[in-house]
Each structure stands twice: as structure tokens, then as C-alpha cells.
């Protein structure tokens, strides 16, 4: 049994010697798309956090447009009760609707303030903790507005380029490249 083993072609190629360098490259660009990816991500969370606060804004409103309508029913049924031509029990039910309102109002209100303060959180590191923004009240200048028709390109088209866009896939790309290029100094070893 004879054994031999020579090392004159071991690193033989430009490939395999530029290996890490070209490795390295493809390192930089993938902390590119992690970074691009985080800022998406940071991105989305802000918006959906100032949306949330215009929509808990408008049903702020609605809440307060209910209990001026509930408490003007009342006021209505106490007149006619007074008046004789309306049932004292009437009064109990209109009652129980302003107090339902304010109760409404009462939730709306909380909502809007939890989701005040998680807007700041996002926007601030020290969030609420910050003197400056623990009292002031974020009032949006947007509004929710739903267009009368859609003009979007078809699905088939949203979805492609969705895909093209997608850094995640972007990034595991680059790391079978990164993989492939560490086999070739392991395939030559």
C-alpha cells in the first residue's frame, strides 16, 4: 500500500484565491439589504402606527357626534315626558343610551391615548420618558380616504413586482453565492 499526496496545484486558480475577497463583497452587500430591510420594517411600523392614530381620531369623533345625538334624545324624551306624551319609561331607555355613548367615548378616548403613546415610543427613543413628549398630543394632518375606484395595476403585476422587490429573497441569493464560492477553496483543498 503506497500512499503519495503533493501540494503543487493546491491553490492553483484566481477563483479560489480571490475567493474571500469576492466573499467579502458579497458580505457588504448583504448587510446593504439587511439594512434596506430594517428601514422597511421601521418604515411600515411607523405608518401603521400613525393610521392607527388617524382612525382611532376619526372614531374619537364618532363617538362624541353619538353622544351628542344620544343626549339630545334624551332631552327630547324628558320634554315629551314632561309634556305628557311620552311614557316615564321612555326616559330610562334614553338614559341607558347616553351612558353607553359616554362609555364609548370613554374607550375611544383610552385608544386614542394608548395609541399616542405608542407613536411616540417609535418615534423617540426615550418614547414617553422624554419630558418634552410625555404631554404633547399628536394631532394628524392626514386623512383616511377610500377612492371612489381603484386604479391599481392587476394583481399579476403587483405580485411580480413584489417579488423583484423582496430583499429577503435578495439576500438568501446572495448567500448561495457565498456558500458557492466557500466550496470552491473546499473542492480544491
Not at 496545484?9 to 466573499?23: C, D, E, H, K, P
Amino acid at each position: 500500500q503506497a500512499n503519495i499526496q503533493q501540494n503543487f496545484l493546491l491553490g492553483f486558480g484566481t477563483a479560489v484565491n480571490s475567493r474571500t475577497i469576492n466573499v467579502a463583497k458579497l458580505n457588504l452587500t448583504i448587510d446593504d439589504l439587511n439594512f434596506k430591510s430594517q428601514l422597511i420594517s421601521i418604515v411600515a411600523s411607523v405608518l401603521n402606527a400613525y393610521y392607527g392614530l388617524v382612525a382611532d381620531y376619526d372614531d374619537l369623533k364618532a363617538k362624541q357626534s353619538a353622544l351628542t345625538v344620544a343626549q339630545q334624545f334624551y332631552e327630547n324624551n324628558r320634554r315629551q315626558v314632561q309634556l305628557g306624551s311620552l311614557a316615564p319609561l321612555d326616559i330610562t331607555t334614553a338614559e341607558a343610551q347616553v351612558a353607553s355613548s359616554q362609555q364609548d367615548l370613554v374607550t375611544s378616548q383610552t385608544t386614542l391615548q394608548t395609541q399616542q403613546v405608542s407613536l411616540k415610543n417609535v418615534l423617540s427613543r426615550k418614547g414617553t420618558a422624554d419630558p418634552l413628549l410625555a404631554e404633547v398630543e399628536i394631532i394628524p394632518l392626514d386623512r383616511i380616504d377610500i377612492p371612489e375606484q381603484d386604479t391599481l395595476p392587476p394583481l399579476k403585476d403587483l405580485m411580480a413586482k413584489a417579488l423583484r422587490n423582496r430583499v429577503d429573497i435578495a439576500s438568501e441569493k446572495l448567500h448561495l453565492k457565498v456558500d458557492e464560492l466557500n466550496n470552491l477553496g473546499t473542492q480544491n483543498g
